[in-house]
């Protein structure tokens, strides 16, 4: 078992927590480059290598299978290791794959597979990275300053959302998109750098034992992650919700850029400053999370903005051929903007409520767990998007996604969580 640094007051405020600030500053500079890249791999395989709609579909697909196959193992992991060195160690392996694309380009070798290898060792090493960032924050943070904590960290996010597209639009535009990656790793290098700096020692973690004194195995500590998961009844609604959402979102997210640029006519300069302005959104959820939880409370804030999500894409599914590129920029920026605002508001609040309720041995499978029920939906959705898309059309598999989406609100609407006012103790889990 972890020990929990003492937890400060309620008028503490993490602007003057020292590690919080390293660990803030190391996500805020590895989002902004995670941005450029997310937007410059998918030009790199429609534009330069001429992939087909399945294709593209298919990184989506290899980015997230590794929730799936190592997902579960990595929450054992995390909770038997220390969490600072799965950390480094994640973000240098992350900026060495990327750096292999442009390496690759420049020798005239780069191939579709190579896009696909890549982002198999990225999403591998991003699984046990983001377990033990969220079991991180909170052995840095006091419980009452979760919400506050997961709100800064979504500001960098959105905050990067906003300015790095449009960044990564032009340096496509200025000097190609197997370079724009560059900048990707290296900022997975710099966060490494800030992580490396932050002073609090972790104390060696405990291995878990079974009734007789021996230590409990791999199989046993995966088992009891998942029974904690699907017995708890806050966290059984989460999963469902945030699972379904995420395989009807990548069903129409895996094919939007291909939609947008091959049917629609737009391009990466034009697509950028759209996700840029339309990523305002996720800037306002982030810094107003916390104060409309306080409103409104957790559990109905939960709800409602799961509930506003779904129908954003649904007029730019029914746009007309034909619309102009400034009106298309338009549709794409304020679905954008509805789509990260409620997304943001969302996840801050159903995260914290997460890392809050539950013991500190169990952050890390916890973690694992949810991950790879939520995010184990997403190679499904990427699978079924260049499927649909292939078969019935990309305009009418984003409509079916957005229908579903509309949906997913039902699972913690139905449950206990919509009576949460308050963020719950450990000791209510």
């Known amino acids: 078992m972890r020990v929990p640094i003492p937890e400060p007051g309620p008028s ?46 298919l990184l989506n697909v290899v980015d997230f299978l590794p929730f799936l196959l190592v997902g579960l193992p990595a929450g054992v992991w995390v909770d038997r290791l220390r969490l600072r060195p799965i950390l480094i160690a994640g973000d240098l392996g992350r900026a060495a794959a990327l750096a292999s694309i442009p390496l690759a380009f420049a020798l005239g070798v780069l191939t ?65 998109a197997p370079f724009a990656v560059v900048v990707d790793a290296v900022s997975f290098v710099a966060s490494a750098a800030f992580v490396l700096t932050i002073r609090r020692r972790e104390p060696p973690p405990e291995r878990g034992t079974d009734p007789t004194g021996n230590r409990t195995g791999m199989r046993a500590e995966i088992g009891e992650g998942l029974r904690y998961v699907l017995r708890h009844r806050y966290l059984r609604a989460i999963a469902a919700c945030t699972g379904t ?71 730019l599914a029914l746009v007309p051929a034909g619309t102009s590129i400034a009106a298309l920029v338009a549709l794409l920026a304020v679905a954008g903007f509805v789509l990260g605002l409620a997304t943001v508001v969302y996840n801050v609040n159903q995260v914290s409520l997460r890392q809050a309720i539950t013991p ?70």
């Open 360 to 429: 500190e041995r169990m952050q890390g499978r916890m973690n694992a767990t949810m991950r790879w029920i939520v995010w184990g939906t997403i190679p499904i959705g990427g699978l079924l998007g260049g499927l649909l898309g292939t078969a019935i059309g990309l305009r009418t598999t984003i409509l079916l996604a957005a229908i579903g989406e509309s949906l997913v609100f039902l699972p913690v609407l139905l449950s206990e969580v919509r009576s949460i006012r308050e963020m719950p103790a450990a000791a209510e889990a």
């Open 112 to 176: 579709v597979l190579q896009l696909y290898v890549v982002g198999f060792v990225v999403g591998v090493l991003t699984v046990f990275f983001d377990v033990a960032y969220q079991s991180y924050l909170p052995s840095l943070v006091g419980r009452d300053q979760l919400v506050e904590g997961n709100s800064k960290l979504e500001v960098s996010r959105s905050g990067a959302q906003v300015v790095g597209p449009g960044v990564a639009g032009i340096l496509i535009d200025r000097i190609g």
């Open 245 to 315: 959402a995420n395989l009807f979102g990548t069903i129409g997210g895996s094919i939007l850029l291909v939609y947008v640029v091959r049917e629609l006519g737009m391009e990466a300069a034009s697509v950028g400053i759209a996700f840029s302005i339309g990523s305002l959104g996720a800037l306002l959820g982030a810094l107003s999370a916390n104060a409309i939880a306080r409103r409104l409370g957790v559990g109905p804030t939960i709800v409602v903005f799961s509930a506003i999500s779904g129908p954003a894409l649904m007029p």
């Open 12 to 57: 503490s405020s993490l602007a003057r927590h020292p590690d919080f600030l390293r660990l803030w500053s190391a996500e805020t500079v590895s989002q902004l480059g995670s941005q450029v890249s997310a937007l410059a791999l998918p030009f790199v395989a429609i534009d330069i290598l001429r992939a087909t709609t399945f294709e593209v579909a």
